[in-house]
């Protein structure tokens, strides 16, 4: 094992920042880099930096396009702020969490309210009740299409054609968290128990991809679409999917091994190269490359798990964040 | 690693008197601030802060185990109110009346993320002493409810007379003679009868003595019933591993809770287990004792249990 003492680091260079409470998501809204926290706040950070307090309870899970960040929180609101800090309330449920969030293509807006998915598009707000909890909203890399996950399954629904009958993807147990492939062509959810699922779109194809040690929390394509990365190991798992079949039949790369015990708690795919963000459950990031697995510090163990990283869109600078609401900004 | 968050389970059936436990649990002068996680039908006239809304969600694992079940909305739950854990310093789960208590247990123990930050601490079952007796009949809940318990408020006990109230304690006694039992009235209760149990924690597995045993007035409840075995020969403890395991994973659905501490053969400490359906748990302890008796003891609480069977295994894996 490669002990972090002896890698090349980037740490002293990280710009850190104290959010106050444990770091649910980061994203880059433009040039400025924003934190959603477990007390409700949105931390912009940037030319004007703004502490915008956006819910009264915890932020749930977050949303970005890139110029607004979208939060869901306990307090049966969704929040979207901007980069100037300029909050906007967008959904008011009084007494109900709002659990999920997703953003799509034209201002397009999904989120859950326990076993009901709401949808707004410039075309209205619909609304469809599934059996279970939902436990994770995706849009498709196009069109207005949104992947539901669920208590045995996922379901797909059109948001411009409310009244097509929903297409669902049936597997037993329960799924909390999806994404889509950046080609549109799978699906991948993350499951209550220590595995993802995965469905080939064109003819429903079943891909299970197991052997974690622990629930995968974090996923995420690397950009060019031929590698899942996700959390869960000590390793970080990269599934293959460069060709037709996905990673069925094949086996997965392991980079980047944690410390002792320690398992990967997040991953961020650089946007434009092949290199990786990690995030390790003691506070760790490291930056990773995918042609040969060479690692550069980012961060030293903070004795904290990385909760959340996130690139800025040209890849220039890297944002983390972990549960004690410790957090920082790499510039390359 | 910041201690775990204690969680403490309630149930009863309905009109038992679990709101007016939890409100006295509430109301008390002790200093702590509780998240309350209740069922959307029953949140009336609760006064906390935090109180969240389950919807009783069981899920199956993907596993193959049918008795391997979790609350989907309890994981759902515990993950938003560990975003911001700072809040609070205890979780109260308030179940309905006909949940089975099985799966929110098990939730603690299958659920990584869960069981890292939290831990069950204990399953406090509010109990009608009027009433009980006719919902042992006719409620299967009631009585899962009875069997799972590790503290047992015999609720409403100025309501009948001593000799009604003895009776229905025999009742539970042949039930589950393990759990802790106080007669109240609107659920008066000392919080530390309550609350800090541990009644999880393996460290804190101490003896296992039923409470209570009067053999002459012992009722033996037909369908669930404790099976408690012990040994003063040492175990072998392949052969225990081996014999408890496929004893779970058979009889797995009809074994509510099962505990143990035991001695194996050239092992100086004590290992001790505890365990909800299928799902065990278990580690060495400490050190045996000098003055100490050197016993395997072990406790299985279950519904139509095959105990000659239950015993022989336990008596094959003596070394």
């Not at chain 1, 996922?154 to 409310?162: D, K």
Request: hydrophobic residues 40%.
């Amino acid at each position: 094992m490669t002990s972090p003492e002896t890698l090349p680091s980037l740490a002293q260079k990280v710009r850190p920042i104290e959010t106050g409470s444990h770091v649910v998501a980061a994203a880059f809204l433009g040039e400025c880099a924003v934190f959603a926290t477990g007390e409700g706040e949105v931390l912009v950070t940037g030319e004007s930096e703004a502490r915008v307090k956006a819910h009264s309870g915890a932020i749930l899970e977050a949303a970005n396009d890139g110029n607004r960040i979208v939060t869901a929180g306990d307090d049966g609101r969704l929040v979207a702020v901007d980069r100037q800090g300029q909050s906007e309330t967008l959904v008011e449920a009084p007494g109900k969490w709002i659990d999920h969030v997703a953003l799509g293509p034209d201002g397009a807006l999904a989120w859950s309210v326990g076993r009901t998915v709401f949808a707004r598009t410039q075309k209205g707000e619909n609304k469809l009740d599934l059996p279970s909890t939902v436990g994770g909203l995706a849009f498709a890399p196009k069109g207005l299409r949104i992947a539901i996950a669920h208590y045995n399954g996922a379901t797909l629904i059109y948001l411009n054609a409310p009244e097509a009958v929903p297409e669902l993807l049936g597997w037993k147990g329960s799924h909390l968290g999806d994404l889509f492939s950046p080609d549109g062509r799978f699906l991948i959810t993350v499951m209550q128990e220590p595995t993802l699922h995965g469905w080939r779109l064109a003819d429903g194809q079943h891909m299970r991809m197991s052997g974690y040690p622990g629930r995968v929390r974090s996923i995420g394509f690397t950009a060019d679409g031929k590698w899942l990365a996700t959390s869960g190991a000590r390793e970080v798992i990269l599934w293959p999917f460069q060709g037709k079949d996905g990673p069925m039949g094949k086996e997965p790369r392991l980079l980047a091994p944690g410390q002792g015990e320690t398992r990967v708690s997040a991953v961020a795919c650089h946007p434009k190269h092949e290199v990786l963000a990690a995030g390790y459950s003691d506070g760790m990031v490291m930056l990773v490359r995918l042609a040969d697995g060479a690692l550069i510090l980012a961060r030293r163990a903070s004795g904290s798990p990385v909760s959340a990283l996130a690139w800025r869109a040209d890849g220039q600078v890297l944002a983390f964040g972990s549960e004690d609401g410790q957090a920082g900004l790499l510039a390359l | 690693m910041s201690a775990k968050i204690p969680v403490t389970v309630l149930t009863g059936y309905l009109g038992a008197g679990k709101t007016t436990l939890l409100n006295r649990i509430l109301s008390e002068p002790h200093g702590k601030k509780f998240a309350v996680i209740v069922n959307e039908f029953g949140e009336i006239g609760i006064d906390n802060e935090l109180v969240v809304g389950a919807d009783e969600e069981v899920f199956e694992m993907n596993n193959g185990c049918v008795c391997c079940t979790v609350r989907g909305d309890l994981i759902r739950i515990i993950d938003g109110l560990l975003k911001r854990r700072g809040r609070f310093d205890g979780i109260l789960v308030e179940t309905t009346g006909l949940a089975d208590p099985a799966p929110v247990a098990q939730t603690f123990f299958l659920d990584d993320t869960v069981g890292e930050r939290t831990a069950l601490d204990a399953v406090v079952t509010v109990a009608d002493a009027k009433w009980l007796k006719d919902r042992l009949r006719d409620a299967p809940e009631a009585k899962n409810q009875i069997a799972f318990a590790d503290v047992i408020l015999l609720n409403k006990a100025d309501l009948v007379n001593p000799d009604e109230l003895r009776d229905v304690e025999l009742r539970i006694r042949a039930i589950n003679p393990y759990a802790r039992i106080h007669h109240t009235t609107r659920c008066e209760v000392a919080i530390g009868s309550v609350l800090g149990q541990g009644a999880f924690d393996l460290e804190r597995i101490l003896a296992i003595e039923p409470a209570f045993l009067e053999e002459d007035h012992h009722h033996h409840d037909e369908e669930v019933q404790s099976i408690a075995l012990s040994s003063e020969k040492p175990l072998d403890p392949d052969r225990f591993f081996a014999w408890v395991q496929e004893l779970v994973a058979r009889e797995g659905p009809k074994i509510l809770r099962s505990k143990g501490i035991l001695s194996f053969k050239d092992d100086p400490q004590r290992f001790v287990f505890q365990g909800v359906h299928m799902v065990l748990d278990g580690d060495h302890q400490r050190e045996w004792r000098a003055d100490e008796k050197r016993e395997s003891r072990i406790v299985f609480i279950g519904r139509e249990l095959d105990a000659e069977a239950i015993e022989k295994g336990f008596k094959s894996s003596v070394a």
